[in-house]
């Protein structure tokens, strides 16, 4: 590993543990790379990929319904723009810091690579909490996090999206302020309703994506998902799709889950039963706990934080989707996910599993496909809308999904064949960031030191 430069990142924002994480995984995996190009040793390109470019942080003062005043801290972290204009999310969630939103930005630069659409990494966010809020209160939040923001996007410079807490409601509200202060409409944000500029299957593309990366791998194992067993943790956006899709191809999702705990249905959550879920987390905002309560098949379990493991993760299954947050699998859950017979993991978070845990999946060989290449499909086809808004046209939902479909396949292959070049084939952890890597060093050498 590239101990020294780990060293100079830690140094530098000790309190940033997750940024840490994810440049210690990539700098062990480029090592190899690095040997093959010394001229990107000699360019410092290393050194320069783990400094973001740019970091915004800016107070967010708003007031809520009983006209009392808060005041929450925005962030957007503008990583690397060698490829194209700043791309990625923006977290709404209490636990958001500028370590979080690091780590998130510097995963996205590799994924965003892996796409093949010309689009650099960035991510911001706020330490707001929407849960509980009435959506007057998001409105009033949105709208002043965008009067600050607004400054620093454009379609051509930095093309924010959604994350966790920032779904249809929050884009519409932000989209809104910022074409009022700009007086120009503009793709500059992603994940819009379609009656203003978005794209079929963005909803669905995260989700779908993932599970679309599994099909992929489970092919190089001449396998498909018919009758497989699938736990996915989380009940947002990108549980909810992934769950659809894996119903579309045969097979039974057992587990779905929220910050309060999970459910398990050995019967599977059916198309019937999404729908239930679907209303429940996206209009009347409850907990995941109602669904036990409506299906008598289901057991609920509450989180419990004297357990050093996830529940979720210890059920009979053949395939698990870890789609709800960082760190979500530690190294307790991934042993209990393969004694359970789980052999495919693909991951629709950004970076669920904890490094212990991910060499648990790696020493036993399964099929583990890491975020930054299972869940791109997300920001693929953010890409593919600010190319429908550039054009002033929108495409179908068939042609999004088979655009979609196709460039899952084509980072499961830039993935799979790097792992083979860099001398571990099967390994997608080593294949996604040194085929991401590549990209990006590529174009930093042709732009010169800047
Ligand atoms: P949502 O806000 O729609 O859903 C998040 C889900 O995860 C909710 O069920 C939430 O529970 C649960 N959750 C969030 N934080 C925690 C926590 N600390 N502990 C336990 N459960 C938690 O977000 P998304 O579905 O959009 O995002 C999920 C993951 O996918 C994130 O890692 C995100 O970065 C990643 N991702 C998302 C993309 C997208 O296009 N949306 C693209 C690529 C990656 P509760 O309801 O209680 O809050």
Redesign the pocket.
Known sequence: MLEELYQKVVAKDPAQPEFHQAVKEVLESIEVVLDRHPEYRKAKIAERIVEPERVIMFRVPWVDDQGEVHVNRGFRIEMNSAIGPYKG?L?F?P?VNLGILKF?AFEQVF?NALTTIPMGGGKGGSDFNP?GKSDIEVMRFTQSFMSELFRHIGPSTDVP???????GREIGFLFGQYKKLRNEWGGVLT?KGLSYGGSLI?PE???YGAVYFGEEMLKTRGETYDGKVCLV????????YATEKINELGGKVVT?????GCIYDPEGIDTDKLSFVMNL?NVRRG??KEYAEKYPSAVYTA?DPTLDYNPLWNYKADCAFP????N?INAKDAQNLINNGVYLVSE?????TVPDGVEIFLQHKILYGP?KAA?????AT?GLEMAQNAMFSSWSREEVDTKLHNIMISIHRQAFEAAEKYGDPGNYVLGANAAGFVKVAEAMMAQGVV
């Open positions: 999310g977290r969630h636990s998130l994924k849960k999206a959604g994350d966790i807490g920032v779904g994940g963005r593309a995260t989700g943790s989380g009940s947002g956006n990108v549980a909810q779905l889950s929220d910050s309060s987390k907990r995941i989180i789609s709800a947050t960082q979500e629709g978070a950004n970076m669920p975020g869940n791109a499909g997300g920001v953010s």
